[in-house]
């Protein structure tokens, strides 16, 4: 599975971005997919999650309430929608993937990597 992440950019804060995460190679629809993000001097964390099934979502404390998770196995892209985004949100942003049928908790669960697209939040 390639994955092809999009949609970063400079935003100031309190707007919004909407990430998408394009797969291609096979389909995405029995993989957990994640989004990931690494600020400059530090380690790459874990933002949000969603099953296969888009039946259960996971949000970082630090990010709930303001961004979405969501997936269109349809067309094989999963989305991270970002809104009232704040300076600390500034980082390199990484789509995942975990194995096939596998939950995607952890950096250790994820499978797939795909290149990461740069959030840049302004005050």
């Known amino acids: 599975v390639q994955l092809q992440a999009s949609g970063g950019g400079l935003v100031q804060a309190g707007g919004s971005l909407r990430l998408s995460c394009a797969a291609s190679?096979?389909?995405?629809?029995?993989?957990?997919m994640g989004w990931f993000r690494q600020a400059p001097g530090k380690e790459r964390e874990l933002v949000a999650t969603?099953?296969?099934?888009?039946?259960?979502?996971y949000y970082a404390d630090s990010v709930k309430g303001r961004f979405t998770i969501s997936r269109d196995n349809a067309k094989n892209t999963v989305y991270l929608q970002m809104n009232n985004l704040k300076p600390e949100d500034t980082a390199v942003y990484y789509c995942?993937?975990?194995?096939?049928?596998?939950?995607?908790?952890?950096?250790?669960?994820?499978?797939?990597w795909g290149q990461g697209t740069q959030v840049t939040v302004s005050s």
């Open positions: 969603i099953t296969w099934s888009g039946d259960s979502k």
């Open positions: 190679g096979r389909s995405i629809g029995t993989y957990s």
């Open positions: 995942a993937a975990s194995r096939s049928m596998r939950y995607l908790k952890t950096k250790d669960d994820v499978y797939y």
